[in-house]
């Protein structure tokens, strides 16, 4: 059971984030033209919101590139992988733990 008020508690987290990486990523709608509305800023790229505290992100934009392509890969064979296990529940009716144990 989750406790009265968590679910608010999060949707009010996920919000301030959200909100953080629009005001980083998106011009001022007030700044922006009328037939532009959502228009990204000239030095924004998608998905840089600049959180990088252990430095990990390579200075090279090609580097860069490269390891935000990796990451997407790994990505997409984790959901593959994911979509597997719900395959195998589907056909068997039995839990991923059960199948771990024998």
């Known amino acids: 059971q989750v406790p ?4 608010a508690l999060i949707i009010t987290f996920i919000g301030a984030a959200e909100a953080q ?11 922006a033209a009328y037939d532009q509305p959502g228009l990204l800023r ?4 998608p998905g840089d919101i600049g959180f ?6 390579p ?4 580097e860069l ?3 935000i392509t990796r990451e997407l890969q790994n990505g997409r064979l984790a959901m593959l ?16 733990p059960v199948h771990i144990s024998t």
């Open 59 to 62: 200075e090279d934009p090609e």
């Open 4 to 7: 009265d008020g968590w679910d």
């Open 65 to 67: 590139d490269l390891m």
């Open 81 to 96: 992988a994911a979509a597997g296990f719900l395959a195998q529940e589907a056909v068997n009716r039995k839990g991923i």
């Open 52 to 57: 990088d505290p252990l430095g990990i992100k």
């Open 42 to 45: 000239d030095d924004y790229y």
């Open 21 to 31: 990486r629009a005001q980083i990523g998106w011009v001022d709608p007030a700044d």
